[in-house]
Every structure is written in C-alpha cells, then in structure tokens.
C-alpha cells in the first residue's frame, strides 16, 4: 500500500483494458484506427475527469511508436514548453516522433496556445490535449481547427464494475487479491465514483486502508471512505453538468437565492470559477437578450474579472454578476431569432443577393449592374430610404419578434417604427 495510487497501479496498457468507452474505441472510429495504424494525428480529448484521457494519450505514443511527453497547463510555463519543443527536435533528428501530451491545455492562455501551432505544422510534435472544457470556448481557433475532437463520456456501472473486479483481482498491481466486496458495498463505490475511474480507485484504496491487511471491505467502510474524497460531487446528481443546469435553469427562473446555493455548490466543491462564469455569459445572451443589454457586458465583466483575479478574489464579482443576471427582466427573442433565421436561410439558400446590394469592388461588377440602383439612405430625410434589402421570394420575412420586457419594450417601439415606414405595418 505504500507503493505508487492504486489508481496510477491499474492505468491500463492496453485497450483491452479500457473500460467504459468502446463507442470512442469502436471499430471504425478515429481512435482506433489510430491505435490500428499506429498513426496519430493531434487531437483534444474532451471529457470528465477520471475517463481515460491520459491513459489514451499514453497507449497512442506506444502504439505509434512515439516518445511520450507530458505537460500540465497548470504548473507548465512557457520554458517548460521550449524545453518540451527542443526535446522534441532531438527526437526527429533521430528518426522518432513526439507525442506531447498536455492535461489540462484549457488553462493555458492564448499566447501559450499560439506556441504550439508552428510545431505541429512542421510535425515536431503531435499535440493531444486534455480537456474539461468544451473546446468551442476554451481553446482558440487556430489551434482548434489543427485538432481532431475525441469526446469521452463518463464510465457507466457496468464499466465501473469491470474497473473494481480487476483491482480486486490484480495480484502485481491490484489489491493483491486479499480483499472482497459484497454487493452493497459494491454499489455504494460505484455510486460515490460518478462516472470517474480514479475517484472509483481512490476511494476503495482508502477503504482497503481503512479495512487493514485484507479481508471484506465493507459498506459503512466504503461509505467513510468516499466521506473523505467527496465533498460536493456524487452520484446522486452532484456531478458538474447537473450543477451547472440547476444554476443556469435557476438564473433563466429568475431565483437569485437558488442561483447562488447552486453557484456555492460548485466552488465548495473545487469548480473552476471560469466554469461558471462561461456559462453565465451564454445564460446572459440566451435568456436576458435584449430585456436588459447590459446583463451580457456584465456577465463579460465577471468573466475578466475572474480571469484578472483569480480565486478566491474573483469569486466576488462573480456573485455580483449572479444577482444582477437573476434579477434581471428576461427575454429569449434572440435566440428565436436566430433559430428563425437559420432555418430561413437552410430554405433559400439558393437566392441570389439582389443586384442593387450587392459589392461592386471591380469594373466588371459595376458593369454588371451591381450596386447601381442602391440608395443611400442618409442621402434622404430622417436617414431611411424605402427599398429592397431581401429577395422578392421572401420579402415578408420577420424572424424578430419583440416582446414587452424591460429594455425591450424600447427597442420594440424602434422595430415597429422602422417597419412603418417601410410600409409593414408596426405589429407582428
């Protein structure tokens, strides 16, 4: 028991012994036709903690062949990674490749992110990354678009039962074989994991522990066990994603007391706050809109100022922006919108752009007619000028419906003047 974590003990080498994700190893599938090929190409790994994305990273460099580098965003630096980088050059110059594998690689900034991009072009090294975080948001898109997208899902039971009975079994680098676990016990550690390999792992070695040399863990022991690793996230909906529903759906709700509980949760439980804060500026966009205009800038203040701050610090501005998206009067007509507009535009893809809008950068375009009936509406009283913006098929599109809340109301008023004017009419 005093050797290397349990955890660390049982990682997997080989797919064989991956458990839980056979849709991500599925014949077929970009993974493992990696593993097939020995051929990588750079990519992110995108999922729960405890899912296997550093145990991927490792087999991909021993399937291929690779020298394994790993770095973590958190406690790397930029001289980490030009250390990384020269390592790397060494190992092409004698005829091996550098899989550099960096956990966590939401946490570096852009500038750091930027580092990568010259060495993947010229295959110095092929970068897998690790991430958390969507990587739509947390990853720039340079590097994101240089990226294959690998999304694992958190272990289900089944899988989490497998994990259990090798670590029971595993004479070498297991539990030597000496300790059981009867049913409520089992599934009172399988509960407790969440869909996480290595909270499963930490916790029965923790009960082992507790248990002493060998014999039958047993339930109330596991119990005492996953007191002592878990605080906040569990199976009985704790887990992040739940959290962060309850939180946004409580913010959409208007519930500024349940919001924070919900906030409060997630940083007891160790959350980062820019977890939060990302999902308060989607919150502010999909649900506040255009009631309130200034909920968005607020909700992108806090995120500046976590990201300025840190934590604890930060985390005060963050409950301000909280309270403020809480209260705030609410609006989903943008988002509408946008869903209308996108449908319309999946319909009619094929009209043209009316000829009298249309650029005209050349001869050949002025020529053509492009642009030449356009009128300048600030050449014309009160700076409108009654004409077509939209193809004659769909001249009656309305994908904007305003509604009658908070600062709406105002840019309401505005809509149905403007399309008085032109003649629409100023309802919906």
Not at 117 to 142: K, M, R, Y
Not at 268 to 281: F, K, N, P
């Amino acid at each position: 028991m005093s050797r290397a974590p349990l955890a660390d003990r049982l990682r997997p080498e080989s797919i064989e012994h991956v458990f839980g994700q056979e849709a991500v190893l599925a014949e077929g599938s970009l993974m493992r036709t990696a593993f097939d090929a020995g051929v990588v190409t750079s990519l992110v790994l995108w999922g729960p903690p405890g899912t296997g994305k550093t145990t991927l990273a490792r087999l991909l460099a021993g399937h291929s062949d690779m020298v394994f580098e790993a770095l973590s965003a958190v406690t790397s630096g930029v001289k980490d990674v030009r250390a990384v980088i020269t390592r790397a050059k060494e190992h092409r110059a004698g005829g091996k490749g550098t899989l550099l594998f960096v956990d966590e690689i939401h946490r570096f900034n852009r500038a750091q992110q930027d580092a990568f991009l010259p060495h993947i072009e010229d295959g110095t090294i092929v970068l897998v990354g690790a991430t958390t975080e969507n990587p739509g948001f947390s990853l720039i898109g340079a590097l994101l678009s240089r990226l294959r997208v690998v999304t694992l899902q958190p272990i289900d039971d089944a899988a989490l039962a497998r994990i259990v009975d090798r670590a029971l079994a595993e004479k070498v680098s297991g539990l030597a074989g000496t300790y059981t676990l009867d049913e409520e016990a089992r599934d009172i550690l399988i509960g407790a994991a969440g869909g996480d390999a290595r909270k499963l792992l930490n916790i029965l070695e923790s009960a082992a522990q507790l248990t002493g040399e060998g014999g039958a863990i047993e339930a109330a022991v596991v119990r005492e066990a996953a007191q002592t690793r878990l605080k906040a996230y569990n199976r009985s909906g704790d887990d992040r994603f739940d959290l962060l529903s309850a939180f946004h759906k409580s913010l959409r709700g208007s519930d500024v007391d349940a919001a924070l509980f919900w906030m409060g949760r997630m940083l007891e439980g160790g959350e980062d706050a820019l977890v939060i804060v990302r999902r308060m500026v989607a919150m502010a966009a999909e649900d506040i809109g255009l009631a309130d205009p200034a909920a968005l800038r607020i909700a992108l203040d806090a995120l500046q100022a976590v990201q300025f701050l840190g934590q604890p610090e930060g985390e005060l501005p963050l409950t301000e922006a909280v309270i403020y998206l809480a209260t705030a009067p609410k609006s989903n007509s943008a988002a509408l919108a946008l869903g209308r507009a996108r449908k319309a535009a999946a319909q009619h893809v094929e009209l043209p752009v009316p000829i009298h809008i249309r650029n005209a950068p050349t001869k050949l375009a002025k020529d053509l007619g492009h642009g030449k009936a356009y009128r300048y509406p600030h050449d014309h009283p009160q700076g409108f000028v009654d004409q077509a913006y939209l193809p004659d098929e769909i001249a009656d599109l309305a994908l904007y419906q305003p509604k009658e809340l908070g600062a709406e109301r105002e840019t309401k008023k505005r809509w149905a003047w403007w399309r008085k004017l032109r003649g629409r009419g100023g309802g919906e």
